[in-house]
T-cell receptor, first 113, second 117 residues
Framework: QKEVEQNSGPLSVPEGAIASLNCTYSDRGSQSFFWYRQYSGKSPELIMFIYSNGDKEDGRFTAQLNKASQYVSLLIRDSQPSDSATYLCAVNIGQTGANNLFFGTGTRLTVIP | GAVVSQHPSWVICKSGTSVKIECRSLDFQATTMFWYRQFPKQSLMLMATSNEGSKATYEQGVEKDKFLINHASLTLSTLTVTSAHPEDSSFYIC?????????????FGPGTRLTVL
């Protein structure tokens, strides 16, 4: 079983819609969860992190964490074509903080104008 | 967000030569940096964890004598690909952990694209 799993997609949504990206993880003791965005040919850039159960909002992005179900999701409201990228979920397995991150394989999102 | 730089951004070299890639944290000190490799259309693969002042920790399957890592200061880690071969052609990305209370976060450099002819 992989430590962090994501649907590889591609996920296509029309411009202005809500894109929902999901991620599950195997280690129930994980404490730190991160979402990165990676454009083709570029390195990942941090979108947001979440440590506590519930929702965390930052602009058009909302991260949702459910530790009991071991999943974390990212919602993108009012999706724009510029949001088209691969979204990587990262989980710190067994430790706090951002060291020892395990990355999912990423979900490729395409926002259709 | 924090800034991590890499140099060079791309390099083309002949087979058998060595290539050094630098990773710098520009506005924070990083006791831990990481080196990843990413082949086209594949996910990030952690190669090694670089610890300031001590030996790097390599992931299984990564040859430590081929990929030399030096983390001589709190803002600089280097990866040297020794005797590079075409199969080493890849996108090499470093990251650094910025510690800020309980919210320490890993930031990535822009990556170095290595092409070995």
């Amino acid at each position: 079983q992989k430590e962090v799993e994501q649907n590889s997609g591609p996920l296509s949504v029309p411009e202005g819609a809500i894109a929902s990206l999901n991620c599950t993880y195997s280690d129930r003791g994980s404490q730190s969860f991160f979402w990165y965005r990676q454009y083709s040919g570029k390195s990942p850039e941090l979108i947001m992190f979440i440590y506590s159960n519930g929702d965390k909002e930052d602009g058009r992005f909302t991260a949702q964490l459910n530790k009991a179900s071991q999943y974390v999701s990212l919602l993108i409201r009012d999706s724009q074509p510029s949001d088209s990228a691969t979204y990587l979920c990262a989980v710190n397995i067994g430790q706090t903080g951002a060291n020892n991150l395990f990355f999912g394989t990423g979900t490729r999102l395409t926002v259709i104008p | 967000g924090a800034v991590v730089s890499q140099h060079p951004s791309w390099v083309i070299c002949k087979s058998g030569t060595s290539v050094k890639i630098e990773c710098r944290s520009l506005d924070f000190q990083a006791t831990t940096m990481f080196w990843y490799r990413q082949f086209p259309k594949q996910s990030l693969m952690l190669m090694a964890t670089s610890n300031e002042g001590s030996k790097a920790t390599y992931e299984q399957g990564v040859e430590k004598d081929k990929f030399l890592i030096n983390h001589a200061s709190l803002t600089l880690s280097t990866l040297t690909v020794t005797s590079a071969h075409p199969e080493d052609s890849s996108f090499y990305i470093c990251s650094a952990t910025r510690i800020s209370g309980s919210a320490d976060t890993q930031y990535f450099g822009p990556g170095t694209r290595l092409t070995v002819l």
